[in-house]
């Protein structure tokens, strides 16, 4: 199928302008697999079994998420850029690298590169009380698109992940 009629077909069907295909579809064999929107999310956790049970929850909720982890928080911005990803779930915690300032900045990075990501953190409401204080805050403020306590269902966080 040629780049014109794949982008009318985009459009017609799904009500894609050509602007919103090399946005959000700037690779398309996503598309081709699902037959419909993929959006991808990137997952930047601490503990790397949280987060394989994140990417688990979120496919299993619906097909067209298409998960990635980020290995580690100083290459959470680089693959944004080359992913263009729909959502980056962030932990945050009291320690370096994962702590709030840091994950700010990351978001103000990410935000340059993809300003339609959304960016969610996550905060042990329990252990880091205050922390979660500052996370809520954070939300409140307009800093991020939503923050998820680690209490949460799984069922609860992929639906949450979907209604951004």
């Not at 959000?24 to 598309?31: A, E, F, R, V």
């Not at 009291?94 to 993809?114: F, N, S, T």
Request: glycine content about 4%; hydrophobic content about 40%; proline content about 3%.
């Amino acid at each position: 199928m040629n780049g014109a009629l794949f982008n009318y077909a985009c459009y017609t069907i799904f009500k894609v302008s050509d602007w919103e295909l090399q946005k959000y579809w700037p690779n398309i064999s996503g598309l081709e697999r699902t037959g419909g929107i993929v959006r991808r999310v990137i997952i930047d956790m601490k503990n790397s079994l949280s987060a394989d049970a994140i990417k688990q929850a979120l496919t299993r909720f619906d097909s067209d998420f298409e998960v990635y982890n980020a290995d580690k928080p100083d290459e959470t911005t680089e693959l944004c850029r080359i992913l263009h990803p729909y959502a980056l779930i962030m932990e945050v915690t009291a320690l370096a690298p994962w702590d709030l300032e840091k994950r700010l900045e990351q978001r103000d990075e990410v935000k340059l590169q993809c300003p339609d990501c959304k960016i969610v953190l996550v905060v042990d409401e329990n252990a880091e009380k205050k922390l979660a204080d500052k996370v809520r805050q954070a939300k409140k403020d307009g800093l991020i698109d939503n923050f998820i306590y680690c209490s949460i269902s799984a069922t609860y966080l992929s639906a949450v992940i979907d209604a951004l």
